[in-house]
């Protein structure tokens, strides 16, 4: 029973940070209704970014994520400006695919300023077993993933706080609704846009940080964003309650089908158990558990 215990907390603590990416997603789609196919790209730049800044500087790790996001609020800016100003009122197709090329454009940025080799990150976090769980339940969680869940846990209370709270999230939610009428009552949609992709930058930001302390700092870190589709796919794309959902859902499931199922089938099963799971989910709950269903009239 202690082992399920261990594969169902770690897969819960790996679905977190799995979470913590989809919600990126999620704050461009309420925003612009259009998928941001930039957002892993968005996750490797700023984690280059912010180990580039500790290198070439010398500074610590603490002044390096402040410079880290005026970068990334500076990227939500120029993005704004270059690529969805002129891009309003567009089809969602035209501004997906404007994305896209986004996308390549900021992978091939982050590598010609800061190059290409793997870099290593140190946080101030041990990745050994939590001993008081190890001491009185005899259970192996690792005390990174645990602190990882802690920091994902705050950073969407106050992205919760956002959205419901201040005048800034009112605008997100009245964009999100209908962006004509948003703008009919005076609401400036550039500046909304600029808001969110800065948040959506300084998600990118936490996520960036802590995979890339546990993988190094890589361009492989660009796949990670492909994890988010199937929690995107369960919880909704228009839902951060949903995202956090998919996310247990994805983690749990993915390392206990590797335990599990895995031995019966030649294991391997990890890499592509989520997209099976999503892709059944799609067949009876096409818009998430937390999204809004469409009723199409024909």
């Excluded at 892993?40 to 730049?45: E, I, Y």
């Excluded at 706080?161 to 997100?172: D, I, N, P, S, Y």
């Excluded at 960036?208 to 919880?235: D, E």
């Amino acid at each position: 029973m202690s082992f399920f215990i261990e594969v169902l907390l770690g897969g819960l603590l790996s679905g977190v940070m799995y979470a913590l990416v989809a919600i990126g997603f999620v704050l461009i789609y309420k925003a612009s209704g259009v998928f941001n196919f930039a957002q892993g790209a968005m996750v490797f730049f700023a984690a280059l970014t912010c180990v580039g800044i500790i290198d070439k500087f010398g500074v610590s790790l603490w002044i390096a994520i402040p410079l880290t996001i005026l970068v990334m609020i500076a990227l939500a800016f120029a993005i704004e400006r270059v690529v969805l100003r002129p891009l309003v009122n567009q089809p969602e197709i035209t501004l997906f695919m404007a994305t896209i090329g986004l996308a390549f454009f900021i992978e091939g940025l982050a590598q010609l300023v800061w190059g290409s080799q793997v870099r290593k990150l140190d946080l101030p976090i041990e990745d050994v077993p939590n001993e008081y769980l190890m001491e009185h339940f005899n259970i192996l969680v690792s005390q990174f993933d645990m602190t990882a869940a802690i920091v994902c846990a705050l950073l969407v209370i106050a992205l919760a706080l956002l959205f419901t709270k201040t005048r800034v999230g009112r605008a997100l939610r009245a964009v999100a609704d209908d962006h004509q009428a948003a703008l009919a009552v005076g609401i400036p949609l550039q500046r909304i846009w600029v808001v969110v992709w800065s948040v959506a930058g300084l998600v990118a930001l936490v996520a960036g940080l802590l995979w890339g302390a546990r993988n190094g700092v890589q361009f492989a870190l660009t796949f990670i964003a492909l994890k988010a589709l199937p929690v995107l796919i369960l919880g909704g794309f228009t839902s951060i309650p949903g995202a956090i959902v998919g996310g247990l859902i994805i983690g749990a499931s993915e390392k206990l089908a590797e335990v599990y199922i895995g031995p019966m089938v030649g294991g391997g099963i990890e890499g592509w158990f989520p997209y099976v799971l999503a892709l059944l989910f799609l067949l009876v709950r096409p818009e998430g558990l937390f999204g809004e269903k469409i009723i199409r009239r024909i």
